[in-house]
Nanobody
Framework: VQLVESGGGLVQPGGSLRLSCVAS????????MSWYRQAPEKERELVAR????????WYSDSVKGRFTISRDNDKNTEYLQMNSLKPEDTAVYYC????????WGQGTQVAVSS
């Protein structure tokens, strides 16, 4: 099993980033997938999740209306489009199933700063 996140970087407040997560080693299309994040000195938190077919999504209140989760089951990939980024979005972002069942990947660092 492998989860490989990418797409992070340094962005100014109000900017956008698109994260990707490529999954392998399990039947991706059979799992609810999610994005989590962990800010410095804080617990890892659930940010968004998406149903197996992509028909249903859920967002935490802190990102609702700004982030969009999606998936491509043919590519075993999920995405997180992040718009109107704020400094408090600074964190390492991880993908996993929901609830998290797979080994965590390395994550991708997102830093929002002017």
């Amino acid at each position: 099993v492998q989860l490989v996140e990418s797409g992070g970087g340094l962005v100014q407040p109000g900017g956008s980033l698109r994260l990707s997560c490529v999954a392998s080693g399990f039947t991706f299309r059979r799992y609810v997938m999610s994005w989590y994040r962990q800010a410095p000195e804080k617990e890892r938190e659930l940010v968004a999740r998406i149903s197996e077919t992509g028909a249903f999504t859920w967002y935490s209140d802190s990102v609702k209306g700004r982030f969009t989760i999606s998936r491509d089951n043919d590519k075993n990939t999920e995405y997180l489009q992040m718009n109107s980024l704020k400094p408090e979005d600074t964190a390492v972002y991880y993908c996993n199933t929901y609830p998290p069942e797979m080994n965590w990947g390395q994550g991708t660092q997102v830093a929002v700063s002017s």
